[in-house]
């Protein structure tokens, strides 16, 4: 078989996969053009996580109708016209690849009309090719429509994720820029129903109250850095107080010069300013607004442009950790974690993978590759104490004696061959998953009933998991209804959850672990492991004797090999040969 | 001050009062017990701001005055001190509290009075005044108080609702998964409705304190309403009231019911202990079949009898049948048997009443054969996907 161009159509495909890979590619898009259109009021309008349909509405400058149909042509933009402009890019746009790739996999709609002409054009395209062209009345600005997306690529339809996966991830990429534009009006609409509306007043705060909701917002201090003179940076947003921490990095969120970028470099340089003040193998909560010089950075490197390369990376990597942490040990009292103690053993280690501790993978290219950034970055695990090895053997703890309760975190026992360390918390989880997985097997996961339904508010995320996974989530022994807008009714609770302090707050602890667990696992076993996290005791919760021998008794009988919702060691063990050394009785 | 009493009457006030003494408290003189002259008695006072007691203690008084003691050392001296007469002088210059007991002679070191917090009197509080029987009010007060939540998540529900109308008394309490209603006949007549709520703990001492000292109660709620006073024969409970609505008691009793199943409370109870050896590691589910359900009665024996069941996994399984007269469809529903016995334990009347609706609503515990009018609601367990 010998080399040919390959026809247009097939081209066009294969150059839409680089840019349109999920919807929430798709709404990036679209919320992109419409900022560069210069757009006050966006509404993101989204059935069935984007497969159906995905509306961008916005009243931006519109295009006239005489270069309506060169939008959808490849590399047709007005945002870039010499390649020295690529350089010094302001636009979010500029390789004129979005419209044409989302067309090439979808029946696309677009309705738009510049304010100054009187009448609008409609044009819709099937597939890339243009089906009909007509004069329309629009209300000034740009409403882009995409239906049916994948339908002639079933290989990458098939490879979408549940309709919750996608609505989550598409809800975080809206309010991420409605986090980097609170001075534009923000709406996202679900299924129809209003998942959140920023007021568009230019207040971070009020776009952040909007999106995350006034438990967040209260724990959130302002950082208003000034330009600083030499690098002609500046680093402003908010950042979470020492009582606002995550189980993971979802809520690191940066952008750079207006675009919404991941970069391991950043988040780094926060995590490194937050060391010691919020817990380990907890993460921060931080917005932050990146702003340098454009010949600064190329944002050319990603095909979707979630990556930048900094040509200073160091200077921005110092910058960001400076007024972070100038901000923290001005707002708040820093109290340092001392680093973990020298003598430990191994602990009782997972016989699956463990999570992994870098989840968002500097990619080979991006800029974590650049010497300079390398210089101001360490690698995260060098924060993690590395611990010495040698073996417990087997997968079941030796018949311990409880001695007491250390810090009313950790449990402390004698074995036969010498000192343990129970972590509490973990423990009880082991012992409250390995039940909870026998009881769903049988079907059988005690539920009590509440003595008057509890209503709950949810983020759009955790709402639409609980639409999609009702089933799972009733088996678990949570019996859920949507009661309008993003309020539910909790009838019943799983066993394990009753006493919690606060019932109402455990399902939306429950669904935010499954959401963001990102080990691959299936819903129903990201909730069960969720659920018998938030069933535990926690650290810090004192015991008597008798509910530690208990707690002993019950982990004896469990399994340790099988995963643990944290991947963190449940017992920790000082061996007694170890003792003797180190009370140089050896 | 100089006064002089009887040990045992000194240790009998000090333990009445001693309950509310502030564990942790970042101001010492909570963590003092408040002894003082009244009116040619003596007069001892605790209190950690939430509650706050009061109990008077007959004495020879040769000089008024007043101070406060550590209250555990003071308690633990007394107690421990020969049944005589105890002298009591303070002096005021020092602060110290000087103590013979026979031939026992100690000094305290205290804080003085003036520090300690006011604490309103009963002859001059003003407010709206009802009385109730001491007898009736710990009745009251054990059957109820117990449902109350013990987190703080929704502080109404930690209080117990105090409700006066007319000539009758209702005090209800909730957790998330119970209800416990009881009212009871005043002597008198309210001339407005009073809706308060006071925190469980405070009702419990009440309970605790009436039982020890009987007679009559004068409920007193101030006219700001955030301040309700218990007095009694010798002593005065103060508490702080809980803001808020509490939910209407009313709308969660069920109105009507399918099934109807009477037991010998006594009975029930002892099964449902028996039962709770297996059901401990099953997270305390007790199932309770009424009748013969999954199908018609066989005979009229299986029809009238309660099975209580429970079973672990692990451990096994043990039921135990006992006679009921029942009265309706035959049904199977699942409780926390913990839920069961602190009901069954209250209940009051040698026979109990269990009504029924579906294995999900509610299920309602009322004494049978007494006037007293107690209603329990708890709410049922069931297995997930079943």
């Given at each position: 078989m010998g080399i040919r161009v390959l026809p247009p159509d097939v081209a066009n495909k294969i150059a839409a996969g680089e840019v349109v890979e999920r919807p929430a590619n798709v709404v990036k898009e679209l919320v992109e053009n419409a900022l560069d259109a210069g757009a006050t009021e966006i509404r993101v309008e989204v059935q069935r996580g984007g497969r159906r349909l995905i509306r961008v509405a916005d009243n931006g400058c519109g295009i006239p109708a005489d270069q309506v149909a060169l939008a959808f042509e490849h590399h047709a933009t007005s945002k870039v016209r010499t390649a020295q402009d690529l350089f010094s890019v302001h636009t979010l746009g500029f390789r004129g690849e979005a419209l044409p790739s989302i067309a090439a996999v979808s029946r696309v709609t677009m309705l738009t009309r510049p304010r100054e002409q009187a009448v609008g054009t409609e044009i819709r395209l099937a597939g890339g090719e243009v089906v009909s062209t007509r004069p329309a009345a629009a209300p000034a600005g740009t409403v882009v429509t995409v239906e049916d997306l994948f339908f002639n690529t079933p290989a990458r339809r098939k490879f979408l994720r549940t309709v919750a996966t996608e609505m989550g991830l598409i809800a975080e990429i809206v309010s991420h820029y409605a986090l980097a534009y609170p001075e534009r009006r923000f709406t996202l609409v679900g299924d129809g129903r209003t998942l959140f509306q920023t007021?568009?007043?230019?207040e971070l705060r009020d776009a952040l109250l909007a999106v995350y909701g006034l438990d967040v917002v209260r724990h959130m201090l302002t950082l208003d850095a000034s330009l600083d003179?030499?690098?002609?940076i500046r680093v402003h947003g908010a950042i979470g107080g020492p009582a606002l921490h995550r189980a993971n990095r979802k809520y690191l969120i940066f952008f750079v010069n207006g675009r919404v970028v991941r970069s391991p470099m950043l988040t780094a340089a926060v995590e490194q300013a937050y060391q010691g003040v919020v817990p380990t193998g907890r993460h921060p909560f931080a917005v932050l607004k990146v702003e340098m010089p454009p010949d600064q950075l190329d944002v050319n490197v990603h095909p979707q442009k979630l990556e930048v390369r900094f040509a200073r990376g160091d200077e921005v990597f110092r910058a960001v950790q400076r007024a972070v942490r100038r901000l923290l040990v001005e707002e708040a009292p820093v109290h340092r974690y001392t680093r973990p103690v020298e003598v430990v053993d191994r602990p009782l280690e997972e016989a699956g993978s463990p999570p992994p501790l870098w989840p968002e993978k500097p990619r080979p290219?991006?800029?974590?590759?650049l010497p300079g950034a390398m210089s101001g970055s360490p690698?995260?695990?060098?924060?993690?104490p590395e611990l010495p090895g040698a073996d417990v053997g087997g997968t079941k703890l030796p018949p311990l004696r409880v001695l007491g309760q250390m810090m009313t975190t950790y449990i402390v026992c004698e074995g036969p061959d010498g000192l343990y360390l129970v972590d509490q918390h973990t423990a009880h989880e082991r012992v409250l998953l390995e039940r909870l997985r026998r009881q769903r097997e049988r079907q059988a996961v005690p539920a009590q009933r509440l003595l008057q339904p509890l209503t709950v508010e949810l983020t759009p995320q955790q709402l639409a998991v609980v639409d999609e996974q009702h089933d799972v989530l009733r088996r678990l022994g949570f019996e859920v209804e949507p009661f309008g807008g993003l309020t539910v009714v909790v009838r019943t609770l799983p066993e394990v959850l009753k006493d919690h302090p606060d019932p109402a707050a455990a399902l939306a602890e429950v669904l935010d672990g499954a959401i963001h667990d990102r080990r691959g696992l299936s819903w129903e076993e990201r909730l069960t492991v969720y659920a018998a996290c938030r069933g535990a005791v926690k650290a810090g919760d004192p015991l008597t004797h008798e509910e530690m021998v208990e707690l002993i008794r019950q982990l004896e009988q469990t399994d340790l090999s099988r995963t643990c919702a944290h991947g963190r060691p449940t017992v920790v063990k000082l061996s007694q040969a170890q003792l003797e050394r180190e009370f140089g009785r050896r | 001050m100089r006064i002089s009493c009887l040990q045992e009457n000194l240790a009998r006030g000090l333990s009445m009062v001693s309950r509310a003494v502030a564990t942790r408290s970042t101001l010492p003189v909570l963590g003092n017990v408040y002894v003082g002259t009244d009116g040619g008695r003596l007069k001892l006072m605790a209190t950690n701001l939430e509650i706050g007691l009061s109990c008077w203690v007959g004495a020879r008084v040769e000089e008024e005055g007043a101070i406060t003691v550590p209250a555990r050392l003071f308690e633990e001296l007394v107690k421990q001190s020969p049944p005589e007469r105890i002298e009591l002088e303070v002096d005021t210059r020092t602060e110290t509290l000087h103590y013979r007991c026979g031939s026992l002679s100690a000094s305290i070191k205290g804080i003085g009075a003036s520090e300690f917090p006011i604490m309103p009197a009963a002859d001059e509080a003003e407010g709206v005044r009802v009385r109730v029987d001491g007898d009736v009010m710990a009745e009251v007060v054990e059957q109820v108080v117990f449902a109350a939540a013990t987190d703080e998540t929704r502080p109404v529900l930690t209080g117990v609702l105090v409700e006066f109308e007319e000539d009758r008394m209702t005090l209800a309490a909730a957790d998330g998964f119970r209800l416990s209603v009881r009212s009871a006949r005043l002597e008198g007549a309210v001339e407005a409705p009073l809706r308060v709520i006071v925190p469980a703990r405070a009702m419990g001492e009440l309970g605790r304190i009436v039982k020890q000292v009987g007679g009559e109660i004068l409920v007193i709620l101030t006219p700001n309403r955030n301040q309700v006073l218990f007095h009694m024969a010798e002593v005065d409970l103060v508490s702080q009231l809980i803001e808020g609505t509490f939910p209407d008691y009313r709308l969660i009793i069920?109105?009507?019911?399918e099934t109807r199943v009477v037991v010998d409370t006594a009975r029930f109870l002892e099964t449902v202990r028996r039962a709770l050896i297996f059901a401990r590691d099953a997270a305390n589910i007790v199932r309770l079949q009424v009748g013969?359900?999954?199908?018609?009665?066989?005979?009229h024996e299986q029809a009238a009898r309660l099975v209580v069941r429970a079973e672990a996994s692990e451990t096994g399984s043990g039921e135990e049948a006992i006679p009921a007269a029942v009265e309706g469809a035959p049904l199977e529903i699942a409780f926390n048997g913990r839920y069961l016995m602190d009901v069954l334990s209250v209940v009051g009347s040698p026979q109990v009443a269990l009504e029924l609706t579906t294995p999900s609503s509610p299920g309602v515990f009322r004494p049978v054969g007494t006037e007293t009018e107690f209603t329990h609601v708890v709410m049922p367990m069931h297995l997930g996907g079943r």
């Open positions: 007021p568009g007043t230019g003179p030499q690098s002609g290219g991006g800029e974590a590759r690698a995260p695990s060098s924060h993690r | 069920p109105k009507s019911f013969n359900a999954g199908g018609p009665a066989e005979t």
